[in-house]
């Protein structure tokens, strides 16, 4: 899977948005391709992977074949894609996946399974409650996980560092063992692909 088969995906998704052909939100990544593979690079086939409502580059990357991957979105699934097979978990509940994370890192943990958890979240789901709760606890408990925040700058249209008063986050800089940190400019809105869609 490369950085262009990555844009290639989401481009086609974003054309079927606008051509009115999914009846459902879609979320989707543009300019991080390269951090992603290089994060993927740690993530073995026994792991699991929790994300947020946008999560069409970790299905790929984790192995979700893409007419499969395509044919959930069209069903309007994009928003909570679900995987057990390739163990991909999304919510699109801010800060919803969080502590589901840390209970599967906790499982895996008890049972002694092989494999770890990579959780993704925006940065203003880095900056809530549950997510500081769910580092302390994983940190605290050695748990098998780590997070990954991503850094749009935004929530929604709320600039992230303008509502919090706090110009440096929580966890940039990689103040945390357990949370990597990085920024990325997209091109696309928060959500759908830019155009106006009427059904
Ligand atoms: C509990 C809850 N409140 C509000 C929303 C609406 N909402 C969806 S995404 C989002 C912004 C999250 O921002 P961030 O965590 O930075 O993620 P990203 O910018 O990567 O989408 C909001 C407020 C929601 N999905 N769930």
Not at 9 to 28: G, Q
Not at 62 to 75: C, D, H, N, T
Not at 130 to 146: A, D, G, T, W
């Amino acid at each position: 899977m490369t950085a262009q088969d990555l844009i290639a995906f989401e481009t086609e998704i974003a054309d079927l948005f606008n051509a009115a052909k999914i009846r459902a939100p879609i979320h989707l990544y543009y300019g991080n391709e390269e951090k992603m593979i290089e994060l993927f690079r740690d993530v073995k086939p026994e792991d699991w992977v929790f994300c947020s409502w946008r999560s069409h580059y970790q299905c790929l990357l984790k192995g979700v074949p893409r007419e499969e991957l395509k044919s959930e979105i069209l069903a309007g699934h994009s928003i909570s894609l679900c995987f057990p097979k390739q163990r991909i978990v999304s919510s699109a509940i801010v800060g919803g996946i969080i502590p589901i994370a840390v209970g599967a890192a906790l499982s895996l943990k008890r049972k002694g399974e092989k494999g770890m958890v990579h959780c993704f979240a925006g940065e203003m789901t880095s900056e809530t409650g549950i997510f500081h709760e769910s580092v302390k606890y994983s940190y605290n408990h050695q748990l098998p996980i780590r997070f990954i925040v991503e850094d749009n700058g935004k929530s929604v249209c709320t600039d992230t560092r303008e509502a919090w008063a706090q110009k440096v986050l929580t966890y940039e800089n990689d103040r945390h063992p357990l949370v990597t940190f990085y920024k990325y400019e997209t091109k696309y809105p928060h959500a759908g692909a830019g155009q106006r869609v009427q059904f």
